[in-house]
């Protein structure tokens, strides 16, 4: 683990002195960390339990003060909505690739793409329907011109562990599709039932 | 009877009768006999007179004119003797066009959540484990099924058995849409699976209605057309899924569970129609003939007591398992192992692993007409070995696919692989309608139930853990393949032989004393054993060629019998 931090230390260092040279990354470990991603729910509460279909989320990004870089290439940005580690365990298509073409982790888009500036950027996203029931941090993918990401920040940990938030998906059941079924197997059973006894009495009525 | 015979032999009274009856319904069987190209005798049917040592089968009451002229040539028990596959005409080719027909909607059905499976896992939360253990379950519910519906075949008939089924399981397809939870989803899918049962009255009411010349090639093509509800329903639902959820704008996890409303439609309707247009027999419907006093009432003990004893049920249920067992498991497996082996994209190794269950719709009815064909000449032991040879040959197949490293290579072995497993799967079902006449439905449900037992073991222990790559896995399988296929070699059945030791010269080794050992003297006093004399009559040509004893009849037996029996001459070869 520290070697991986390590790892990820260097490659950072080594973008940051290229900076002005730097080309689109094809590894999520060549991105600089640079921004500070927040997201809550309506009047500042927590985001936990926000509902699919009827809450909003209120995602803020700035350009981080920790974070040394040069940060002319950076144009657009993208804010996703990703998975957290305990929403990925046991189900691979969920899974964390570094090679960032092949990496699933980011299923779903907030909003759309916005240009980059470095402090005051607010967005309020209504949770789509489609969204599943999982724990979740935003994440803030920068872009420079050729529409490659360069850098990115997210709301959770590295680890991608703490700092998540949970939301509340629809059920997708309804109770006129509950009826349906329930008429249809209804049909269904008794359609068998009455040919049976539809046959038995006919049968009986001929030997009579 | 002053017919006119192109083949003019002389004839004994007796095929005289028949020849003229054959005639007689020449008009409307005279497309029906010469177009057939699936059927191995040859077509001049009205060639009575030829020495292949089949006999003619009394047919008195067709001679006296109280049934219905049949569109096909049948025996003496109405069976058909040839098979038109694109004629819908009652009750024979309907009933085939009904069988495979609701066999495929319970594929359909059971297989319909594996193309919405990536909205499905989203909507309730599913784990890899969830959703390995739901595929599980949607084929371990059929082995149970299969068990019972064969003893519900022997007892109601194919045709109310098969409507039990489905219609009894659409309810649990319908009320998919009500899931929520993943245990809701595998209980669900167990629940579907049960309606792979019907593969066990498909199976059953070919045999009822086709005879022995065929049985085989019509068994094959049912249980192998049906087996296309696989692929169907992979590209059935995602077309619903989109038209819900596309042009009438429902949200995803809205769509999916209407999609299944048509899944759930196919099956209810498929029963309603074998229930409406199908009969049992060609003679009509069992309740009917109950009625009539023309088909006996049995217990549900007895006819599975007879099932089990017979060791020929289980040497055949082991076999089963290792080719149709064979073929679901590798159906399982094959795209990963295309992807992981071979670094094909997703979508390539599906399609290149899909061929392998597509070709079931040559394959399967092949092996079936194979089986046919070796009867022809060599009767019953030239089934075993047809069957015996078919699936050893893919044991080995599959040893060597396991061990090809290059795809070329590997994409060649699996056809050809698939080619064995699949035609010994058809060749099993030529061999099983003769292995009891009381018993048939509880023994091809059991060989039924076999081959999933067979598919679900075979996952365990070479597919499940990190003990094995999958390569070796698929060696160590081809292996067991040739184990399991070794006991048909003990098979014997007295008046016929088996592969290794030809029929007993005893004067007691005939069809009629094999069928009526299950029934005993009090039965037989009763009547009910007239059914088994007539397929015992009729499955002659299982001898092959060679030279027939007369059958020793029963002095207790019914006047009936004893009619039937003297009425009965056969050629000498």
Same mark, same amino acid.
């Given at each position: 683990?520290?070697?991986?931090? %390590?790892?990820?230390?260097?490659?950072?260092?080594?973008?940051?002195?290229?900076? #002005?040279?730097?080309?689109? +990354?094809?590894?999520?470990?060549? %991105?600089?960390?640079?921004?500070?991603?927040?997201?809550?729910? +309506?009047?500042?509460?927590?985001?936990?339990?926000?509902?699919?279909?009827?809450?909003?989320?209120?995602?803020?990004?700035?350009?981080?003060?920790? +974070?040394?870089?040069?940060?002319?290439?950076?144009?657009?940005?993208?804010?996703? %909505?990703?998975?957290?580690?305990?929403?990925?365990?046991?189900?691979?298509?969920?899974?964390?690739?570094?090679? %960032?073409?092949?990496?699933?982790?980011?299923?779903?888009?907030?909003?759309?793409?916005?240009?980059?500036?470095?402090?005051?950027?607010?967005?309020?996203?209504?949770?789509?329907?489609?969204?599943?029931? +999982?724990?979740?941090?935003?994440?803030?993918?920068?872009?420079?011109?050729?529409?490659?990401?360069?850098?990115?920040?997210?709301?959770?940990?590295?680890?991608?562990?703490?700092?998540?938030?949970?939301?509340?998906?629809?059920?997708?059941?309804?109770?006129?599709?509950?009826?349906?079924?329930?008429?249809?197997?209804?049909?269904?059973? #008794?359609?068998?039932?009455?040919?049976?006894?539809?046959?038995?009495?006919?049968?009986?009525?001929?030997?009579? | 009877?002053?017919?006119?015979?192109?083949?003019?032999?002389?004839?004994?009274?007796?095929?005289?009768?028949?020849?003229?009856?054959?005639?007689?319904?020449?008009?409307?069987?005279?497309?029906?006999?010469?177009?057939?190209?699936?059927?191995?005798?040859?077509?001049?049917?009205?060639?009575?007179?030829?020495?292949?040592?089949?006999?003619?089968?009394?047919?008195?009451?067709?001679?006296?004119?109280?049934?219905?002229?049949?569109?096909?040539?049948?025996?003496?028990? @109405?069976?058909?003797?040839?098979?038109?596959?694109?004629?819908?005409?009652?009750?024979?080719?309907?009933?085939? @066009?009904?069988?495979?027909?609701?066999?495929?909607?319970?594929?359909?059905?059971?297989?319909?959540?594996?193309?919405?499976?990536?909205?499905?896992?989203?909507?309730?939360?599913?784990?890899? /484990?969830?959703?390995?253990?739901?595929?599980?379950?949607?084929?371990?519910?059929?082995?149970?099924?299969?068990?019972?519906?064969?003893?519900?075949?022997?007892?109601?008939?194919?045709?109310?058995?098969?409507?039990?089924?489905?219609?009894?399981?659409?309810?649990?397809?319908?009320?998919?849409?009500?899931?929520?939870?993943?245990?809701?989803?595998?209980?669900?899918?167990?629940?579907?699976?049960? &309606?792979?049962?019907?593969?066990?009255?498909?199976?059953?009411?070919?045999? &009822?209605?086709?005879?022995?010349?065929?049985?085989?090639?019509?068994?094959?093509?049912?249980?192998?057309?049906?087996?296309?509800?696989?692929?169907?329903?992979?590209?059935?639902?995602?077309?619903?899924?989109?038209?819900?959820?596309?042009?009438?704008?429902?949200?995803?996890?809205?769509?999916? /569970?209407?999609?299944?409303?048509?899944?759930?439609?196919?099956?209810?309707?498929?029963?309603?129609?074998?229930?409406?247009?199908?009969?049992?027999?060609?003679?009509?419907?069992?309740?009917?003939?109950?009625?009539?006093?023309?088909?006996?009432?049995?217990?549900?003990?007895?006819?599975?007591?007879?099932?089990?004893?017979n060791p020929k049920t289980w040497v055949f249920a082991l076999s089963y398992g290792y080719c149709?067992?064979?073929?679901?498991?590798?159906?399982?497996?094959?795209?990963?192992?295309?992807?992981?082996?071979?670094?094909?994209?997703? @979508?390539?190794?599906?399609?290149?692993? &899909?061929?392998?269950?597509?070709?079931?719709?040559?394959?399967?009815?092949?092996?079936?007409?194979?089986s046919?064909?070796m009867a022809?000449?060599l009767g019953m032991r030239g089934r075993l070995w047809a069957l015996w040879s078919v699936q050893t040959a893919g044991g080995m197949?599959?040893?060597?696919?396991?061990?090809?490293?290059?795809? *070329?290579?590997?994409?060649?072995?699996?056809?050809?692989?698939?080619?064995f497993?699949?035609?010994a799967?058809?060749a099993t079902?030529g061999v099983i309608?003769f292995i009891?006449?009381?018993?048939?439905?509880?023994?091809?449900?059991?060989v039924?139930?076999g081959?999933?037992?067979?598919?679900?073991?075979?996952?365990?222990?070479?597919?499940?853990?990190?003990?094995?790559?999958?390569?070796?896995?698929?060696?160590?399988?081809g292996i067991m393949i040739i184990c399991c296929t070794f006991p048909i070699i003990g098979v014997y059945f007295p008046?016929w032989g088996g592969m290794l030791r030809p029929a007993s010269?005893?004067?007691? *080794?005939?069809?009629?004393?094999?069928?009526?050992?299950?029934?005993?003297?009090?039965?037989? /006093?009763?009547?009910? @054993?007239?059914?088994?004399?007539?397929?015992?009559?009729?499955?002659?040509?299982e /001898?092959g060629?060679?030279?027939?004893?007369?059958?020793?009849?029963?002095?207790?037996?019914?006047?009936?019998?004893? *009619?039937?029996?003297?009425?009965?001459?056969?050629?000498?070869?």
């Amino acid at each position: 683990m520290d070697l991986a931090i %390590l790892r990820v230390a260097s490659f950072i260092i080594v973008v940051h002195m290229s900076s #002005i040279l730097a080309e689109g +990354a094809t590894l999520f470990s060549e %991105l600089s960390n640079s921004l500070t991603v927040s997201a809550t729910g +309506a009047d500042n509460t927590s985001p936990n339990g926000t509902k699919a279909g009827a809450d909003e989320l209120f995602v803020t990004w700035a350009l981080s003060s920790a +974070a040394q870089v040069d940060d002319s290439s950076y144009k657009t940005v993208e804010l996703k %909505l990703c998975f957290g580690v305990p929403s990925q365990i046991d189900r691979p298509w969920r899974k964390t690739n570094n090679v %960032l073409s092949k990496d699933k982790t980011c299923g779903f888009n907030i909003g759309s793409p916005q240009p980059y500036n470095r402090a005051g950027n607010t967005i309020n996203w209504l949770v789509r329907k489609e969204i599943p029931f +999982a724990h979740y941090f935003v994440r803030a993918y920068v872009l420079d011109s050729a529409g490659e990401k360069v850098a990115y920040g997210q709301s959770s940990n590295a680890q991608r562990t703490s700092n998540l938030f949970r939301i509340e998906a629809i059920s997708g059941r309804h109770a006129s599709i509950d009826i349906a079924a329930a008429v249809f197997s209804a049909f269904s059973v #008794i359609s068998l039932l009455g040919f049976f006894f539809y046959e038995k009495t006919s049968t009986r009525g001929r030997k009579a | 009877m002053g017919v006119a015979n192109k083949n003019a032999k002389a004839m004994t009274p007796q095929q005289q009768m028949e020849f003229a009856v054959t005639l007689k319904r020449e008009p409307s069987m005279s497309s029906s006999c010469n177009s057939t190209p699936l059927h191995p005798r040859s077509s001049q049917d009205a060639d009575l007179g030829d020495d292949d040592g089949t006999p003619v089968g009394a047919t008195l009451d067709v001679y006296m004119g109280d049934a219905d002229p049949f569109p096909l040539p049948v025996d003496s028990e @109405h069976k058909a003797r040839k098979m038109k596959l694109f004629s819908f005409a009652p009750p024979h080719m309907l009933a085939f @066009h009904l069988s495979w027909f609701s066999f495929f909607a319970t594929f359909v059905s059971s297989f319909a959540p594996a193309p919405l499976l990536p909205v499905i896992r989203d909507n309730l939360d599913l784990t890899g /484990r969830d959703i390995g253990n739901a595929g599980t379950a949607s084929v371990a519910g059929s082995i149970a099924s299969r068990l019972v519906i064969g003893a519900l075949c022997d007892l109601v008939g194919p045709r109310y058995a098969c409507a039990f089924l489905l219609l009894l399981t659409a309810p649990a397809v319908f009320t998919l849409a009500s899931v929520s939870t993943a245990t809701g989803f595998i209980v669900s899918r167990f629940l579907i699976g049960l &309606s792979l049962g019907s593969f066990v009255t498909c199976q059953f009411w070919m045999s &009822s209605m086709f005879s022995a010349e065929v049985v085989g090639t019509v068994n094959g093509t049912t249980a192998g057309w049906a087996n296309l509800g696989g692929g169907a329903s992979l590209l059935i639902m995602p077309l619903v899924y989109h038209l819900i959820e596309g042009p009438m704008g429902f949200d995803r996890f809205v769509a999916w /569970r209407i999609a299944f409303v048509v899944p759930g439609f196919i099956q209810v309707l498929s029963a309603l129609l074998v229930l409406v247009l199908g009969q049992d027999l060609p003679d009509g419907n069992y309740q009917e003939l109950k009625v009539k006093g023309e088909q006996n009432t049995d217990t549900a003990w007895k006819v599975i007591f007879y099932a089990v004893i017979n060791p020929k049920t289980w040497v055949f249920a082991l076999s089963y398992g290792y080719c149709f067992g064979v073929e679901l498991t590798v159906d399982n497996i094959l795209t990963s192992y295309f992807f992981d082996r071979f670094d094909l994209p997703l @979508h390539t190794a599906g399609v290149v692993a &899909s061929t392998f269950g597509l070709a079931n719709i040559v394959t399967r009815p092949f092996g079936g007409y194979l089986s046919d064909w070796m009867a022809q000449n060599l009767g019953m032991r030239g089934r075993l070995w047809a069957l015996w040879s078919v699936q050893t040959a893919g044991g080995m197949a599959c040893i060597f696919l396991g061990r090809i490293g290059h795809l *070329a290579g590997t994409i060649v072995v699996m056809i050809v692989f698939s080619c064995f497993a699949e035609m010994a799967a058809g060749a099993t079902f030529g061999v099983i309608p003769f292995i009891s006449r009381r018993s048939l439905g509880v023994i091809s449900g059991i060989v039924g139930a076999g081959g999933i037992l067979g598919a679900v073991l075979t996952q365990l222990i070479f597919f499940t853990s990190s003990a094995y790559s999958t390569e070796t896995g698929i060696s160590l399988m081809g292996i067991m393949i040739i184990c399991c296929t070794f006991p048909i070699i003990g098979v014997y059945f007295p008046q016929w032989g088996g592969m290794l030791r030809p029929a007993s010269t005893s004067p007691s *080794a005939t069809e009629e004393a094999y069928y009526l050992r299950e029934w005993s003297q009090e039965e037989q /006093r009763q009547g009910m @054993h007239l059914a088994s004399l007539k397929f015992a009559e009729n499955s002659r040509g299982e /001898r092959g060629k060679r030279v027939a004893p007369q059958p020793v009849l029963n002095p207790m037996s019914s006047s009936a019998t004893l *009619a039937l029996g003297a009425g009965v001459q056969y050629k000498m070869a």
